[in-house]
């Protein structure tokens, strides 16, 4: 079998266990060596120079859009937007769409599993707005029922806010009935793809979303680089996010005409090395293969959960089912503070994450504060798994108990 990990230099020679992926993914070779063939052949502006270089910078930049677009199932590449991330994707739409179309007395649906990201531009728009923010509550497990979605989107309701895999259980949310739910009540349907983009193949037409956003670090490419894909019908009627230079087609001393979609949402030189790095990284999951990378995510989260079941003082959170977890597992130890688990694991070389995972709606749902959260991707593997494990086991007696 490829040793996946050969193909990322930072793995090359060493030893540390990386379980931080949902926070920010590895980047293979081939992503660092776009970005530098990029900076050291055509590093100019796109899309306004005339010359050899700027031409050549822009037909890499449009290659990159229309990659991202193919990735999710776009209709056509002018659907996608680039932004800095997942962040600012979703505060675009609110911002935009929201401004124009969310007024007082309105509802605006979110489910309780959403990534700070996914709530505060939505709770934000309510507060200037007058309208109502109104939560989808999870069962323990991280479940939204049928019963749930259906009972709280209502004739008022004006756009619903959905990650299509929580960041801190791991469960997939039924995308496709709340986007039915909402489009039966003539909502917008917005979808974090954040956490599911790096790991599985999506459709947006086939998930119902209006809006969908994803992060380009997550999924092996560079930070700095983000897309929101919506609508076309939808995008056209936005007004722009950000004004200046580039997304203008003319300027007058009293008015302005916008560009084109999706030119009219980039304003300001735009990051042109990123989207080559995400073209880059794009590929790559394509000649690895979704298959490939979820197989070993499965194989991987079975054999992490199955061992720290048998720790008797580590709880788990989220649902009963490994593969229902897609490569998260959130975890608190028996009188040891999330941060203190961190720490003690850093000391061996195990990277995990500790903290309210910007979820802190979520957590005081479950009835915690914080947590530990370790996350997997392909190119992990068993051997980490089993050193992580055993080093799990050590951490209450490390931190002065008994055992």
Known sequence: MRDFREDFPIFRGNSTIYFDSAATAQRP????????????????????????WSVRATEAYEEARSTAARFIGAARPEEVIFTRNTTESLNLVAYTWG??????????????LEHHSNLLPWQMLAKRKGAKLVFLECLPDGTVTEEEIRSKLTDRTKLVAVGQVSNVLGVENPV??????????????????????PHRPVDVSELGADFFAFSGHKLMGPMGIGVLWGRMELLEKMPPFLTGG?????????????????????????????????KAAI????????????????????????????????RIYGPEDPQAHNGIVSFNIEGCHPHDVASVLDSEGICVRAGHHCAQPLLAHLGVSS?????????????????????????????GYGT
């Open 283 to 314: 590929e790559y999951i394509g000649e690895i293969g979704f298959g490939v990378i979820m197989e070993k995510e499965r194989t991987l989260t079975r054999l992490l959960i199955g061992e720290m079941q048998r720790i008797p003082e580590v």
């Open 99 to 112: 401004e124009e179309n969310v007024g007082e007395g309105a509802e605006i649906a979110v489910t309780i």
């Open 246 to 278: 580039e997304m203008i087609e003319q300027v007058t001393r009293d008015s302005a005409v916008w560009a084109e979609v999706p030119h009219k949402f980039e304003a300001g030189t735009v990051n042109a090395s990123g989207a080559v790095g995400l």
């Open 176 to 197: 496709r009935s709340i986007a039915a739910a909402a489009h039966e009540k003539g909502a917008v349907v917005v979808v974090d793809g954040a956490q599911s983009a």
């Open 29 to 52: 070779a081939a992503v660092h060596e776009a970005m530098r063939a990029f900076n050291d052949t055509v590093n100019a502006n796109p899309l306004r120079g005339l010359y050899d």
């Open 371 to 399: 947590t530990a959260r370790a996350s997997l991707y392909f190119y992990n593997t068993e051997e980490e798994v089993l050193r992580f494990a055993e080093a799990l086991r050590k951490v209450r007696r490390w931190l």
